[in-house]
DNA sequence: CAGTGGTCTAGACCACTGG
DNA sequence: CAGTGGTCTAGACCACTGC
């Protein structure tokens, strides 16, 4: 028999539609209680009814809700927070992860200074070489979920450290939900570029998939770069994915690797 | 005021020494009772008092041992189990993790195929070109915490993948933990060399530290990878540490990214 | 001081494995 | 069937934050 979450007596927004949560099916795979709530809690960060940043409700105010103890609910936000969903402060709540803490500026950016720790070069320069609107070439369309052809932002920029331009980034994101993104905009914004789409968009960038691969600096890189042409570099294809899986970023960087390395731990 | 953990009843291995855990120093830095269950377990591996693959005491045993609930070890448990020192497996038991299983053989290479998944061009060819004995350069010495002319082993390696050669490693680890390492027993093992380092020496790799870079295939590096000179190589320097943080292995790769990939996952 | 997350307990019951 | 890990509860108390 299933663990069910029997209906919550106050409509909540969170639950105001959830069917009886049982999975009495052919297999009925055992789905237990904490993960039916942390499947809720995904929703609600979904469909944005709390924003990055924000207090979500109190552990014992989920409970009463969810009509559960207060450790069951502790076990499905101790998961969330630990894949970065959400994040714990003792003493004052469980907030909305977001790229806009300063902490965390940098967890999608793995490249650092041969020496010193990041931020003792000083901050990042950041140029938008260009940004315009095309169509989804196949390899992208496939990346981004889309058809080929479908409309799509591309946006070339150049990041500089201690005055060095160290990363050359060619992104692409569907047009649709990033409708009113200009060049403007990505220039005058002073952050993580991650951190605008959470702002503008209400589009949080939780994952991401990167191969990496050696190459020889070709056609315009190695000018943007000021390198040799022909001089090896990191190239870097990532996909960002949001809350439920969704592709919604694909950006091909291109890293200087004679002052920097790429830095990766593994466990 | 800390919580303390008791004296067990019997003398117990792992438990026979422990002082009384208190910390009422000056600043009293809390430790809850399950962080200083889990130091206990961390002694316990280190030592070698379960081997890795071996199953350890359930956790009702556990709990009794050191006189606290059973939630308070599978806090414990469930701590190490998230960072692969520990392999849970419902109703069987929790055994100590290994390198031995098929399914972590490649845990710590993120090389994989551009097509298809890792498996599909067959098993991989090892070849020890070199294995000899010699002293610590200041670079080996340092990343292996050793000091400049001890004794390191050095080995070098190509590992070929659907008969092509597409990675060349050279490995320093220090000879003493290593006493008998050869050539031959290299040569002779099937399987992952992090696997015979646990059988034969007792050294369980827990984690890694990578840096990565592109470079241009220099000195023998082309030849022994049969690619032209000046190739753009995926550079791999790796420290992998032991239980308490010890490194124990410098590793340096060389990749061919015409046919695979880095991967690595975000989150 | 009240409110939050964090720890710890004791006990009941469930799901899974293997003899 | 017994033994293991996995879930869930109810309650007590502690540590931390901010008013």
Redesign the interface.
């Known amino acids: 028999m299933q663990p069910t979450l029997a209906p919550p007596d106050e409509p909540i927004e969170a639950l105001a539609e959830s069917p009886p949560l049982t999975n009495q099916a052919v297999a009925p795979a055992f789905s237990p209680l904490y993960q039916q709530i942390k499947g809720l809690i995904l929703n609600s960060l979904r469909e944005g009814q709390w924003k990055p940043g924000e207090m979500i409700p109190s552990e014992i105010e989920l409970a009463a809700r969810f009509r559960v103890s207060q450790g069951t609910v502790r076990k499905a936000i101790d998961e969330l927070a630990?894949?970065?969903l959400l994040l714990r402060r003792q003493g004052k709540g469980t907030f909305v992860a977001t790229h806009a803490e300063q902490q965390v500026q940098f967890?999608?950016l793995?490249l650092v200074p041969d020496s010193g720790s990041r931020g003792s070069e000083g901050p990042a320069k950041r140029e938008i070489v260009e940004c315009r609107r095309t169509s989804a070439s196949t390899e992208v369309a496939k990346a981004l979920a889309l058809r080929a052809g479908d409309a799509v932002l591309q946006i070339r920029r150049v990041l500089s450290f201690a005055g060095t331009p160290t990363i050359l980034e060619d992104i692409w994101l569907p047009a649709a939900p990033f409708k009113g993104l200009t060049a403007e905009r990505l220039s005058n914004y002073q952050g993580a570029m991650y951190a605008l789409f959470e702002t503008e968009f209400n589009l949080r960038m939780?994952?991401?998939?990167?191969?990496?691969?050696?190459?020889?600096a070709t056609d315009n890189q190695h000018q943007l770069l000021n390198v040799a042409p022909?001089t090896?570099?990191?190239?870097v294809q990532?996909v960002a994915y949001t809350y439920k899986d969704e592709p919604m970023e694909l950006r091909h960087g291109y890293?200087r690797?004679d002052t920097h390395?790429?830095?990766?731990?593994?466990?």
């Open positions: 630990a894949e970065n967890r999608f793995k939780v994952r991401a998939k990167e191969k990496i691969r050696a190459i020889a022909g090896p570099l990191l190239s990532r890293y690797t390395y790429y830095h990766n731990e593994l466990g």
